[in-house]
């Protein structure tokens, strides 16, 4: 019977005073790993959301840039370049440009 009653009774050496005192650097240690565990995940949280940020401001940068580019090799056509100096009073040229030597570098 009194074998019962020890083992019935075991849990109570657990909560005296002595052993309570004994295990708080264990529970400081164990809340200090759940402080980390929380930061950790709020970190992976946001690093998360910056690189989903950003990756969508990456897709509208591409789009902006492929406008962009096909507008510029649109109007760097010849004949959109004659369309657009005519107001100037400009004119394309019809014949064969000038080529001109410099006297000095022949002699």
Do not use: C
Request: aromatic letters at 10%; hydrophobic letters at 35%; proline letters at 3%.
């Amino acid at each position: 019977m009194e074998e019962v009653k020890k083992k019935k009774y075991k849990w109570k050496r657990w909560l005296n005073y002595g052993s309570i005192v004994k295990q708080v650097p264990f529970f400081l240690f164990l809340s200090a790993l759940a402080v980390l565990y929380i930061y950790n995940g709020h970190n992976a949280d946001k690093m998360v959301r910056r690189t989903s940020k950003a990756t969508s401001e990456l897709k509208d940068l591409r789009g902006e840039y492929k406008s962009v580019t096909g507008d510029v090799l649109l109007r760097s056509r010849q004949s959109e370049m004659v369309e657009t100096v005519k107001p100037l009073g400009l004119k394309e040229l019809m014949e064969e440009p000038i080529v001109l030597i410099d006297s000095s570098e022949q002699e």
